[in-house]
């Protein structure tokens, strides 16, 4: 199955792609895990990224285009994946559906995880606090300026999204809100698993 998991950040995109991946057996591929190894490594990828990053700010469409189109030559991609945090532009997705043209293939399903905003200021702050908990690494762009900055992006670059796919009549909207497991089961049902 070729799938996107489309919101917010702190939807829970990440747990959701991660549980699906397992369930359907096809990698999940997020654009931000990817960007943040490029900036650990500091790679030509990672030293462009590493400021719009921590600011909360999108990075350039190329860039992004660029890992996720390497990412998909690799065999374990071949048979399915599901995009976590990409595309996230309407330019990225229009050069995303060019290049599933060409190899002959298309998306099953585009899952939008629906969550208030009130709630996602809560979520991102209780992760950073879960991470440093656990002795594991806090993301420098989860905290509340960075947050606002990335939640301004969702609205004016990434939402118009849900209408793109909506009229392509990939889009299944799934509440967010809900416990993890219901949403989980309900992306199931979506996917009439
Ligand atoms: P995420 O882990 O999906 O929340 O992404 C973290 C950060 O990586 C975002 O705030 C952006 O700076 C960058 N990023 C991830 N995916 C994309 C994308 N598709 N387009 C542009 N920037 C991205």
Known sequence: MRLIMFGPPGAGKGTQASRLSERLN?????????????????????????ELMERGNLVGDDIVIGCVLERLQEPDATHGFILDGFPRTIG?????????????SRLDAVLELKVIESALLDRIVHRARAAKAEGLPVRADDNPDALRVRLDAYRAQTEPLAKYYHDAGLLRTINGLLPIDEVTAHLLIELRL
């Open 26 to 50: 096809v990698p999940q591929l997020s654009t931000g895990d990817m960007l943040r190894t490029a900036v650990a490594r500091k790679t030509p990828v990672g030293l462009e990224a590493k």
């Open 92 to 104: 990225q997705a229009k050069a995303f559906d060019t290049e599933l043209e060409k190899s002959g």
